[in-house]
T-cell receptor, first 115, second 115 residues
Framework: DARVTQTPRHKVTEMGQEVTMRCQPI?????VFWYRQTMMQGLELLAY????????DSGMPKDRFSAEMPDATLATLKIQPSEPRDSAVYFC?????????????FGPGTRLLVL | AQKITQTQPGMFVQEKEAVTLDCTYD???????LFWYKQPSSGEMIFLIY??????QNATEGRYSLNFQKARKSANLVISASQLGDSAMYFC????????????FGQGTTLQVKP
């Protein structure tokens, strides 16, 4: 049963600390999206990669957020320093470019609370 | 610019009855895809169904069907024979024909199934 894996599932940290979230795409999926979900803003796209290259990170605050894909099996989203307004659920979604309308499959999310 | 609108913040339906969740969209792309996702209280995002803009027939997937009316730019989700497990938030999303792969999400509709 192929699934997108995300770790950690929950993270509580203090303001100013570094937070790293990880995502393992479904095997064979070459496109990775990072979304953030909050009550106020709903689901927002932060960044995405295709074949490990960043294609769009315009939704991401550049001063504190960074996204990388060191290899085909791992994508990371880092916040440094974290702030209370970063509290949200962060989803990774993956797809295979050229697949059936490139349906995106979501991971379980990382629920982040910054105190 | 692309936009997805879900006008029903919350809906109730009696168990075993059918329910329609509304979704309208706006795009200038000639080719696009429409998706529905389910988010239960556990927080995961579950892909339900998709419809391509050039598909001649409405998509169906088990108890889910998509009532696609291209001229009216609507893509309503119909759930037949509602079950208690259908209680969740439902999101409509759209992907344009550009090579971005980005999904634009609506604000969601919360569905409560009553026993």
């Amino acid at each position: 049963d192929a699934r997108v894996t995300q770790t950690p599932r929950h993270k509580v940290t203090e303001m100013g600390q570094e937070v790293t979230m990880r995502c393992q795409p479904i095997l064979g999926h070459n496109t990775v999206f990072w979304y953030r979900q909050t009550m106020m803003q709903g689901l927002e796209l932060l960044a995405y990669f295709r074949n490990r290259a960043p294609l769009d990170d315009s939704g991401m605050p550049k001063d504190r957020f960074s996204a990388e894909m060191p290899d085909a099996t791992l994508a990371t989203l880092k916040i440094q320093p974290s702030e209370p307004r970063d509290s949200a659920v962060y989803f990774c979604a993956t797809t295979r470019a050229g697949g059936s309308w490139e349906t995106q499959y979501f991971g379980p999310g990382t629920r982040l609370l910054v105190l | 610019a692309q936009k997805i609108t879900q006008t029903q913040p919350g809906m109730f339906v009696q168990e075993k009855e059918a329910v329609t969740l509304d979704c309208t969209y706006d795009t200038s792309d000639p080719s696009y895809g429409l998706f529905w996702y389910k988010q239960p209280s556990s927080g995961e995002m579950i892909f339900l169904i998709y419809q391509g803009s050039y598909d001649q027939q409405n998509a169906t997937e088990g108890r889910y069907s998509l009532n696609f009316q291209k001229a009216r730019k609507s893509a309503n989700l119909v759930i037949s024979a509602s079950q208690l497990g259908d209680s969740a938030m439902y999101f409509c999303a759209m992907r344009g024909s550009g090579n971005t792969g980005k999904l634009i999400f609506g604000q969601g509709t919360t569905l409560q199934v009553k026993p």
